[in-house]
């Protein structure tokens, strides 16, 4: 604990704040790229650092372990977007897709979903906490309207109605966790600092955490993209701009379930509040069976690889559901691998489809020989995705479901055939889009593939190695988790 | 806590949850946005007596906030967008008026039952408001469930945020945080509902949302 | 001695009511003359006009059955009884342990079933219509009506009038904004019951508008006369129970002294005047509703009941 991290608490919330304002009045197009670049870039450093160095629990900001890893995942996968999204964004000024003062708003929003999202990972407070994750809701709710086409705009409108409808029943849910503090700790903001309420949480008012629980689940849950809550998310993935698919399956959603853990938590330290693992248990094995099944029959490429996001983050919940050391470790790693993963795939798919000029998959065919850098790079990024050895998601997917059969096998075999599924589903698509003879225009990608092999190279590694500090890092937090 | 402060403080709350079904049963476009200036007028009153009983003036600023924003400007901005896109008619209901209205006495009930009986350890007076600002939480999403246009839905949603302005003054001494957040939030979505009625309007010259149906992006 | 006291109160009041619900309604009639810049007719013209119809023969239809000649001394009679119960200046009537208001709705229940089974029973194409409207309008108005005794009941722990008012009176009942609702149904839902504007006007002369006026189109001589009673006998009921559950003060209770009850009758009548007032100036400044949304009136009224009870419930939680 020290007062040097209180300046790099501070450097990564008020780099990207900065640089949105200075993005928003550069005017070219090239210089606002770089600068993107440069400012995740920064921000990454600057969290890297609060590995070694915390500041001290303040009431607004806390750096502790259980958000110290998201934070730096965050960045980093944010510093490696802004890498892919200039190349990407570049193509979209030539095709006018986009024009130059779109442009500017694009990049002065993509700053302000990195600072609302780093605030959200960083918060003390569970009204910051809220605020920060509309923040950065509405700002992707702005970018995923902003091709403005028929199609774009209903995304749009229907992730903006059910991402607001979520946030008021979880601002309900904060208000009533702040009621069950209140009386116990006194009024003001120690009732609302995490610290403050995992450690006194046995004390309150058992009856309404549960429904305080219940709102909250609902609430961000729908955010994470559970079902039934879902709608918002394939629309939303499909007609956005791909970055911004990246960063939502990538960071959103994981930020959505960081708080989802967060009160899951304070709900499991009071004895006689009702164990939520059932409830997300439940949710996350719907979710599962759903989307893997919705993944067959999928025409376009990004809608796709959405509901492949729902289906991970339904095994996500499943595991945290499920409780326990083990599920709790495989749960973390698992956000960390398939925020990389996922992200890495949408780089390939954003290029594919810029290659290609379409995200109608059956008129994309043959990408290993006409692209082979790119359809490789897919081939790899599904395979990883879909679980196979020795990529890290595999790991992960076979703690959970050996974890699950030692103590309930009925729910291990759904989530199998759950997994087998979207495995069987994911293959067959990636037969037709990267093997065969090639289809449809063989333009070219003007693509940086750094970000994209690099993610695959952490899977890869963790899949083959997991570094023992990290892996006891997993464990501790795991523990913290219950 | 003193008698009558106690029953103008129901009086209120209980007024919020009046006006609420009075949007409900609204078809009209002007006569729903000056409902919703009546429901922010009646939250800010509310919001106000509970910075007197509460000895809370911060709370003051709030009342101010729900007032100026959601009860004159908003509305007056709607009213400006309804007359330039021309879509003053009547709202088309998914279910009729009465089974709507029905339905809406179902989840005040519902909220009563569910809100009382757990915060019963917690004062009277956040009991109440608790239990009323579920109510409007509750009629608000019904509001938005059963009606196709893109103004009534975005008044419906904004019924909501005035739900939970009511719970958390109720809850007695959330810090300014929250107060703050809330009054920001109101700012960003105006901002963004403004954007989109015009957005849409530009792409299908209606807000009619059935419009909007044939992109549903339901299809493979 | 008590029993023999409340007895002749009782009966007073039987009178009383009688003989003031033709004036209240010819009250209300110059009222709204008056306010339309007109003279009017006198005050005492309902007397006139009932006993002329007294004294006039009945012509009956061919097809009218036994239950044509009945109605009018059915209605006339539970009419009578229940404006009789309800407390309008004494609260000790020998027959308030009878004074539920559910009995007095069942009686009023009563005679409308039996007015509109009259409008039916010639077989004419207005009565038939002057029944269905008010089924209609009662089905509304009587759920309304309930909501609202359920509001009042739970409040003051008894369904009967003599105790409701007893407790308005007494407590400090306090700024209930369910007693507001409570009030505002209970209007509508007594505008509904007596057929006036804005859901029926009582002076129209066009069948197709004519609800109440409608079943009672094949009525002449003394049958008339009685029917013509009742409904002036229902107005002052109505008056008398808002004026008794929400605004009690000045009803005298057992045991006082006449001067108490004399009075009693003086407030009451005062009570009366303001009432018709409200009720003359509410009818000239509102017009009259197509029937299709008479439904929307009525359905506004259980709203407003429902709400009342519902939100009498956070309140009695507290």
Not at chain 1, 251 to 261: I, K, P, S, T
Not at chain 3, 182 to 195: D, K, R
Not at chain 3, 262 to 269: C, K, R, T
Request: glycine letters at 8%.
């Amino acid at each position: 604990m020290s007062d040097a991290g209180s300046v790099f608490v501070g450097a990564v919330l008020l780099i990207p704040a900065a640089s949105a304002a200075l993005l928003a009045a550069l005017p070219d197009d090239r210089v606002t790229a770089r600068l993107n670049a440069l400012a995740s870039f920064l921000t990454f450093v600057a969290a890297s650092v609060l590995f070694f160095e915390r500041p001290p629990p303040g009431h607004y900001l806390i750096v502790d372990d259980l958000n110290v890893v998201f934070i730096v995942l965050s960045t980093f996968v944010g510093f490696t977007t802004s890498m892919f999204s200039g190349s990407y964004i570049a193509h979209e000024l030539e095709t006018g897709r986009l024009t130059p003062l779109y442009l500017r708003f694009y990049h002065a929003m993509y700053q302000i979903l990195m600072f609302g999202m780093n605030l959200a990972l960083l918060s003390n407070n569970i009204g910051l906490m809220w605020v920060a994750i509309e923040l950065a809701t509405l700002t992707t709710v702005l970018m995923v309207g902003i091709y403005r086409t028929p199609a774009a705009l209903e995304a749009a409108w229907k992730y903006f109605l059910l991402g607001s409808v979520g946030i008021a029943l979880a601002l309900f849910g904060t208000i009533l966790v702040y009621l069950a503090a209140h009386s116990v700790v006194g009024e003001g903001l120690d009732a609302m600092a995490w610290n403050v309420l995992v450690r006194r949480a046995p004390e309150f008012d058992p009856a309404l955490l549960n429904l305080a629980f219940l709102f909250l689940l609902l609430g961000y849950g729908t955010k994470v993209g559970l079902v039934p809550l879902h709608a918002w998310l394939p629309d939303a993935h499909a007609e956005g701009p791909t970055p911004i698919s990246a960063v939502l399956s990538g960071l959103l959603l994981n930020v959505a379930l960081f708080a989802v853990l967060r009160f899951k938590s304070v709900l499991s330290a009071n004895p006689g509040a009702f164990a939520p693992g059932p409830l997300m248990v439940s949710l996350g094995l719907l979710s599962v069976i759903f989307a893997s099944f919705m993944l067959y029959r999928r025409h376009d490429i990004k809608r796709m690889f959405g509901y492949s996001s729902i289906e991970h983050m339904g095994i996500i919940t499943f595991a945290f559901g499920m409780g326990g050391p083990l599920a709790n470790f495989a749960g973390l790693l698992h956000m960390t691998l398939h925020s990389l993963t996922k992200s890495a795939i949408f780089f390939c798919v954003g290029h594919i489809a810029q290659a290609k000029g379409t995200q109608h998959m059956p008129d994309i065919r043959g990408l290993t020989v006409s692209h082979p850098v790119l359809g490789w790079g897919l081939v790899l990024g599904v395979a990883a995705i879909a679980g196979l050895p020795p990529m890290g998601l595999f790991m992960t997917e076979f703690l959970i479901v050996t974890t699950t059969f030692a103590r309930h096998p009925l729910l291990a075999i759904a989530l199998g055939l759950g997994l087998l599924t979207g495995f069987g589903a994911l293959l067959l698509r990636l037969n037709g889009l990267a093997f065969g003879d090639p289809h449809g225009s063989g333009a070219p990608a003007r693509a940086s593939f750094v970000p994209v092999y690099a993610h695959f190279g952490l899977v890869l590694a963790a899949g083959v190695w997991l570094p023992p500090a990290l892996t006891e890092w997993f464990q501790h937090v795991a523990s913290l988790l219950r | 806590m003193d008698r009558l402060a106690l029953d103008v403080a129901h009086l209120f709350a209980g007024g919020l949850v009046l006006v609420s079904f009075m949007l409900l049963y609204q078809d009209r476009m002007t006569g729903l946005v000056n409902n919703f200036a009546l429901h922010a007028l009646v939250v800010s009153l509310a919001v106000a007596w509970q910075a007197h009983i509460q000895h809370a003036p911060h709370l003051y600023i709030t009342a101010a906030i729900a007032l100026g924003v959601k009860a004159i400007v908003i509305p007056l901005a709607l009213h400006r967008i309804i007359v330039q896109l021309g879509i003053h008619r009547t709202i088309e209901t998914v279910v009729g008026i009465g089974q709507t209205m029905l339905a809406g006495i179902g989840l005040v009930a519902l909220s009563i039952i569910v809100m009382l009986p757990i915060t019963a350890k917690a004062g009277t007076l956040a009991q109440q408001d608790l239990a009323f600002a579920l109510s409007v939480l509750l009629l608000g999403l019904l509001m938005m469930i059963s009606r196709r246009n893109a103004v009534s839905q975005v008044i419906g949603f904004m019924s909501i945020e005035n739900g939970l302005i009511l719970a958390a003054t109720g809850a007695k001494g959330m810090p300014l945080v929250v107060e703050i957040s809330v009054a920001f939030s109101i700012l960003i979505a105006l901002i963004v509902i403004g954007v989109f009625l015009f957005r849409i309007r530009e792409r299908f010259d209606t807000v009619d949302i059935h419009a909007l149906h044939e992109y549903r992006g339901e299809q493979p | 001695m008590a029993v023999a006291l409340d007895l002749l109160v009782q009966i007073a009041q039987m009178v009383l009511v009688l003989a003031l619900a033709p004036l209240f309604a010819g009250y209300v009639r110059k009222v709204k003359a008056h306010l339309l810049r007109r003279q009017g007719p006198p005050l005492v013209q309902p007397y006139r006009e009932v006993l002329r119809l007294l004294r006039k023969d009945v012509v009956l239809a061919d097809s009218a059955s036994w239950v044509f000649r009945v109605s009018p001394y059915l209605v006339f009679a539970t009419t009578w009884v229940a404006a009789a119960l309800v407390p309008t200046f004494a609260t000790g009537l020998v027959f308030s342990y009878a004074a539920d208001v559910i009995a007095i709705v069942a009686l009023l229940g009563s005679a409308r079933f039996m007015l509109a089974l009259a409008g039916l029973d010639v077989g004419t194409s207005f009565g038939g219509i002057g029944s269905s409207r008010e089924m209609l309008i009662a089905s509304l108005a009587e759920p309304a009506m309930l909501m609202v005794v359920f509001t009042l009941s739970l409040l003051a722990g008894s369904t009967q009038l003599s105790s409701i008012a007893a407790f308005m009176q007494a407590s400090d009942v306090g700024l209930r904004f369910s007693l507001a609702l409570a009030l505002i149904g209970l209007i509508m839902v007594a505008i509904a019951e007596n057929a006036r504007i804005p859901i029926d006007n009582p002076a129209t002369h066009l069948e197709l508008t004519m609800v109440h006026e409608a079943m009672i189109l094949e009525y002449s001589g003394r049958h008339l006369a009685l029917i013509e009673a009742a409904a002036f006998l229902k107005l002052l009921l109505y008056v008398s129970v808002i004026a008794c559950v929400f605004f009690p003060w000045g009803i005298a209770t057992s045991g006082q002294g006449l001067v108490a009850y004399v009075a009693a009758v003086g407030v009451y009548l005062l009570k009366l005047a303001a009432g018709g007032f409200l009720l003359a100036a509410f009818e000239t400044a509102i017009a009259k509703m197509r029937v299709f949304r008479v439904p929307d009136f009525l359905g506004a009224a259980l709203m407003l009941g429902f709400l009342a009870t519902l939100l009498l419930f956070v309140t009695m939680a507290g």
